[in-house]
């Protein structure tokens, strides 16, 4: 369906930048490095409105070249950038003509970024989007996020609303040309009908932009992870994206060279793809305007793999197939299969997809000729002992139409039967299976009022012992089978475990409390420790089976959230042909 998302799905990758008056502090205050992310430091120090806006002098733009800026988003492949035209901290990063507090007026340079950045955009050919912090000002005393200077018992949000929100909303969307998306951040404080009033407001000013991400009350028209959190399946059902960053922080540190690799940034971005989730990734220049050499390093490195394997993301839809392996996923586009190796290996093998394979080819290396075999329901492809790139290798497939594959999971030559935690029921609840955006689908809520859900293809707030979780899959030969259930700790910190969890497969049962004995490691593990814990071995006869899964016990203080399930074979079955 050809609709106002479409470019936005296409484009797939797009460009963050967080820019403001915090990028002048470099991360230290009053001569200490300061902890935490970088845009929000006046909040974290506490640092009054009236020192807070000395920075302004320091915004100089000395070295701010928006063409540059394009065309370095154009050469790691990203299609639009999305510009902090305000954030929490309350600055305008643009001529404000309904607040004072703005580079314009307050810089030394005179100069507005924003128009600058917008006509740039215009003139390279991708879309310029804006990020706007809608509730969170440190600056006004109606909105919320400064308690040191203002009385929060004193806020009345609708003065805020009227006297800065909906202007300022007003002049960016019609004094900056067509704006892609406004991406917000940080619902809080509005009612749903004030917000639903704000997406009206910008469909009067701009019937075309998207509005991005974090609106509030579901009103938006594509969801957002949260910050730094890769999916664990493909999101088939909704629009959604990963907003990330190049090192820890989305504001300026100059200490922070926490750079994530080329080589990560590639994997997470097919791996994305394949999810269908779209990657928007973060740049936070300094006060001058410059982009730190550590982003600058990385997206080049992350744009040369793109040169040669833009066609496996840019405009693809996520995998055709009920599950991915450990080692592997998909992206597609018509009669294009992509497949992506996380570590090259010269033999590849699946199982799953029902079409004829017409035609197999490295983008890396379009003269070697690979080795191509389709039998009993399996794929094998023979590939170079050399990856033809050192990032994630790329193996172009034509088949003989649109990518049809098995609607449930199968065993993979590996011996393992993946199973996503996009579940196919969940009890109790009626709700229907399938990703419910941010939605909780299940009836019954726990005490705090929240209900297990499925966020992010990731079973979350599972805190009663009478939800169940089934998966299906489909099972040809029989065998015994570890049940390992892959779960997540909270983020930055120390995966927790210790709860115990039933597993049901055709009448036999298994309970075992959470070891976390295996290590996971991949993109979306980085910020949130995974840890897989066997709850043992079960004896499985051919068919469709069921899983149900269901908790007997919780740990206090964690949640339970589970990303993935792998049925693995125990080696002394007999291996497939
Ligand atoms: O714009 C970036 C972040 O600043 C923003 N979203 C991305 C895209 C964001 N807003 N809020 N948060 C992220 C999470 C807030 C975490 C907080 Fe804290 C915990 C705020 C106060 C306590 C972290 C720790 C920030 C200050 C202390």
Known sequence: MADKLQWWRDNRFGMFVHWGMYAATEG???????????EWIQNREKIPLAEYRKLAAQMTLSEY????????AKRAGMGHIVITAKHHEGFAMYDSACSDYNIVQLGPSGRDPLAELSAACQRGGIRFCIYYSHCLDFA??????????????????????????????????????????????????LSEAGTQDLRDLVHELQPNCIIGARLGYHLEDYHSLGDNELPCCVLREADWETPATLNDTWGYKRDDQNWKTPAELVESLAELAACDVNYLL??????????????????EGLGEWMAVHRESVIGTQGSPFASHGDNWFATQRDDKLYLFQRDWQPQLSLRGLTNDVVKASLPGAPTVELGLRQADGCLHLQLPDAAPTPFTGVIELTLDGRPECAPLPVEQPDGCIYLTSQPDQVEPGSAPPGNAGAEAIATELAEDGRALEIHGGRACNWRRSDDKLCWQFDL????????????????????????????????????????????????????????????????LQPGKLTLELSALRFTDGADLSLCEIVLRRKPEDEQRA
């Not at 070249?65 to 370095?72: H, P, R, S």
């Not at 006004?140 to 200077?149: L, Q, R, V």
């Not at 700790?489 to 039933?502: A, D, N, Q, S, T």
């Open 28 to 38: 230290y205050w009053n001569g200490q490095e300061t902890e935490g992310i970088g």
């Open 65 to 72: 070249d928006a063409d540059e800026w394009v065309a370095l």
């Open 140 to 189: 006004h005393p109606h909105a919320y996020g400064n308690a040191w200077d203002f009385d929060p018992e004193q806020i009345e949000m609708e003065r805020y609303v009227e006297e800065k929100l909906k202007p300022q909303l007003r002049e960016l969307l019609t004094n900056y040309g067509p704006v892609g998306l406004i991406w917000f951040d940080m619902p809080r404080g």
């Open 282 to 299: 973060n740049i936070g220049p300094t006060a001058s305007g410059r982009i730190p050499d550590g982003s600058v390093q990385a997206l």
């Open 476 to 539: 040809e030969t029989a065998g015994r089978f570890a049940v390992i259930v892959r779960t997540r700790g909270p983020k930055y910190g120390e995966w927790i475990g210790g709860e115990v969890l039933r597993a049901t497969i055709g009448g036999q049962s298994l309970e075992a409390e959470l070891q976390g004995e295996e290590a996971v490691n991949k993109p979306r593990t980085r910020y949130f420790p995974e840890r897989g814990s066997s709850l043992g071995t079960l004896s």
